[in-house]
């Protein structure tokens, strides 16, 4: 089992629906990070979370410690929002330890 | 914000040939550095921690004689693939941690498509 375990694997939505990735860890962590990447290769940092909830535009992004749970949420999704999005966990010093990551397609 | 960057973007080389990739943190120092490989379809896996002024970490698996690390200095790590081989092709990312132990944010670079022929 991995450490770090997201769903869905793929998803696919019509533009303007409210999107929800997960992602469930079973290690001990310092922070999670939700990233993107587009199909470049090229990666972004969405967010770094470590309790709480956190918005930035349309993404919404919340943990839970005591469940090892996380939840990406991008509201009135877009066409641009297609990418692969990556959990990835923070464990000793600032190494990560990632998820598969979701692909995402929106239609227009 | 801060920025990462890595060159080159592209390199196709032959086998047996050696392959230099740099990562370069460009508004802020990073003492640690991260390597990392990504296969089609895969998750990115951590291959190395490069130190400035130290020996890198390798991960279980990875061989330190193939892929040399030097962090020369506070803004700069290079990643050489020694005598590449077909099987190294990969997307090759650092990162770089703002400050390190958790308390800040991680910076990536666009990334480095090997392909060995």
């Known amino acids: 089992k991995n450490e770090v375990e997201q769903s869905p694997q793929n998803l696919t939505a019509q533009e303007g629906e409210f999107i929800t990735i997960n992602c469930s860890y079973s290690?001990?962590?310092?922070?999670l990070h939700w990233l993107q990447q587009h199909p470049g290769g090229g990666i972004v940092s969405l967010f770094m979370?470590?309790?709480g909830k956190k918005k930035h535009g349309r993404l919404i992004a919340t943990i839970n410690i005591q469940e090892k749970h996380s939840s990406l949420h991008i509201t009135a999704s877009h066409p641009r929002d297609s990418a692969v999005y990556i959990c990835?966990?923070?464990?000793?010093?600032?190494?990560?330890?990632f998820g598969e990551g979701t692909q995402l397609t929106v239609n227009p | 914000g801060a920025v990462v960057s890595q060159h080159p973007s592209r390199v196709i080389c032959k086998s047996g040939t050696s392959v230099k990739i740099e990562c370069r943190s460009l508004?802020?120092?990073?003492?640690?550095m991260f390597w990392y490989r990504q296969f089609p379809k895969q998750s990115l896996m951590l291959m190395a921690t490069?130190?400035?002024?130290?020996?890198?970490?390798?991960e279980q698996g990875v061989e330190k004689d193939k892929f040399l690390i030097n962090h020369a200095s506070l803004t700069l790590s290079t990643l050489t693939v020694t005598s590449a081989h077909p099987e190294d092709s990969s997307f090759y990312i650092c990162?770089?941690?703002?400050?390190?132990?958790?308390?800040?944010?991680?910076?990536f670079g666009p990334g480095t498509r090997l392909t060995v022929t």
């Open positions: 990162s770089a941690p703002l400050r390190l132990g958790g308390r800040g944010e991680q910076y």
């Open positions: 979370l470590s309790s």
């Open positions: 508004d802020f120092q990073a003492t640690t």
């Open positions: 990835a966990v923070q464990t000793s010093g600032s190494r990560l330890t």
């Open positions: 290690v001990g962590i310092s922070a």
């Open positions: 490069s130190n400035e002024g130290s020996k890198a970490t390798y």
